[in-house]
């Protein structure tokens, strides 16, 4: 049963800017119709009409529509400023986390564009008593219909996610052992992505198909956690560690952030119906990554900020990630083969052939009896990592070919040789503002080609195939 459709009361629907309070304190839709704004207490379409639901149903500060027109009819190119600043009143981050955090805010806004397929989750890890909570929440009260909550309810999950759209602060000192104890690992995994939807069973007795409810779970989110998250949820993230700088901090307020909202909204009317330029992945930046990555810098294309500083920042955040990629089981089997393709020369051939027990001989390589890994381990592992393979002569081996090879290579942060450029280097970087056509970027590969061949744990220490345990260090 779709609630949607049943319900005449809505807050969200196409063309929607957002619900704002008027002169007289009523609350009414701000709509655009031709470039204009629009203010409407009901909405009707051909189907049906829509109403707004009651003040008591919008957990966030709501806007003044007639500040929202103001700003609406004038130019604002101090908003990103402002809001930067705005941001750095309530705790202390690097210039680079500032250009992350705060085109974040403005993604926010624009989460639901035609153009933005997924939205990034902006984590903040720390010990105790580094900001996170503080920096979370200033970022929560100048977002799109920011909710700040401490608690994972499925429920509540739900109901903010499809009927306000709203972005999800999770605050709590470890968000995946809480998502998993409230059921609500599914959702973390699937919100980062536009058409996203978690399904439950809660009609039984309405017999097949009526008896299952499909949520839209897509938005923006925030997360503060004391803990390191799963290695998977943490794939859709832009990770900040909050440095240690203890300060006199403002403490934020929502009523601090809502002169911001107000500009942010009118920002978002101006832009959401905007065409953006098409941009390709950029050197340093691929697979999952550039997925969650590209829609910062299309937002980034709509402000009066140089890329150069986002374009580090997230540069940044891919060689983190490699470099924990390089520390995982996957990472290390990686580096195995690489030594052995360079040690016998194979890279001069266009593929080759690798016995597993070769493999397995170089893995095990320092390690007591005790904890060296199985044949079978190891082959379980290959397979996972989708390599094919074959048994000739009574030997198992895998296949690889040159392009395998640098995939792997790239997914795993490794080079087969020396790199040409300086190690600080940056590649080639956007184009600038005005130039429409941003078919110049340079590409490293085509949507998930260079997706992550395996997402195991580095921590994960159980052997799959043999006997033994493994310490994976």
């Known amino acids: 049963m779709d609630t949607f ?33 629009v203010l409407a207490q009901e909405h009707i379409t051909e189907k049906e009409s829509f109403s707004i639901p009651e003040r008591k149903h919008f957990p966030f500060t709501i806007p003044r529509a007639s500040e929202v027109l103001r700003y609406y009819g004038q130019e604002d190119n101090a908003l990103y400023d402002d809001v930067l600043s705005y941001l750095q009143r309530f705790s202390a981050l690097d210039d680079k986390q500032w250009a992350i955090v705060t085109h974040y805010v403005f993604l926010t806004y624009l989460h639901d564009h035609p153009a933005i ?3 990034p989750y902006l984590l903040f890890n720390a010990v105790p008593e580094r900001g996170k909570s503080r920096t979370g929440k200033s970022v929560t009260y100048i977002a799109f219909r920011g909710i700040h909550l401490v608690e994972l309810r499925e429920a ?13 602060f999770f605050d709590m000192m470890d968000v995946s052992k809480k998502a998993v104890r409230g059921n609500c690992d599914d959702i973390l995994l699937s919100r980062y992505e536009k058409g996203g939807n978690c399904v439950r069973v809660l009609y039984p007795d309405q017999g097949a198909f009526n008896d299952i409810v ?39 307020r929502k009523e601090l952030g809502l002169a911001l909202k107000e500009r942010l909204t009118a920002w978002r009317a101006k832009n959401l119906n905007v065409q953006f330029a098409d941009i390709k992945p950029i050197e340093g930046i691929s697979g999952r990554l550039w997925d969650i990555a590209k829609p910062m810098f299309l937002v980034n294309s709509l402000l009066p ?10 540069l940044a955040i891919a060689g983190d990630k490699d470099e ?12 195995v083969i690489r030594d052995i393709i360079n040690e016998e020369g194979l890279d001069r051939y266009g593929g080759w052939n690798i016995k597993i027990k070769d493999i397995r001989t170089k893995y095990n390589e320092g390690k007591p009896e005790d904890r060296q890994v199985s044949f079978q381990w190891i082959g379980k592992r290959l397979k996972s990592m989708s390599f094919r393979s074959r048994i000739v002569h009574g030997n198992s081996e895998i296949k690889i070919n040159n392009y395998e090879y640098a995939t792997l290579l790239k997914q795993y942060g490794y080079v087969a040789g020396e790199s040409a450029k300086p190690a600080n280097s940056l590649p080639e970087t956007l184009p600038k503002k005005d130039e429409h056509n941003q078919d110049d970027l340079r590409v490293v590969g085509s949507g998930r080609e260079f997706s992550q061949v395996g997402e195991s744990s580095a921590h994960e220490n159980q052997e799959e195939g043999g006997n033994q345990d493994e310490i994976p260090f």
């Open 305 to 314: 900020v140089d890329s150069h500083i986002l374009l580090e920042s997230i």
């Open 214 to 252: 499909y949520y839209d779970i897509y938005g923006s989110t925030v997360i503060a956690s004391n803990k390191q998250l799963d290695d998977i949820l943490e794939t859709r993230c832009l990770p900040i560690t909050m440095p240690n700088r203890p300060g006199n901090y403002e403490n934020p």
């Open 5 to 37: 459709n049943d319900s005449s009361l809505s807050a969200y629907f196409p063309g929607l800017v957002d619900v704002c309070i008027n002169d007289d304190g009523e609350l009414v839709y701000v709509i655009l119709k031709d470039s204009n704004l």
């Open 324 to 335: 924990s990629r390089k520390g995982t089981i996957e990472g290390r089997l990686v580096a």
């Open 156 to 168: 509540n999950i739900f109901r903010y996610s499809q009927n306000l759209h709203g972005t999800l």
């Open 117 to 119: 397929d997924y939205c």
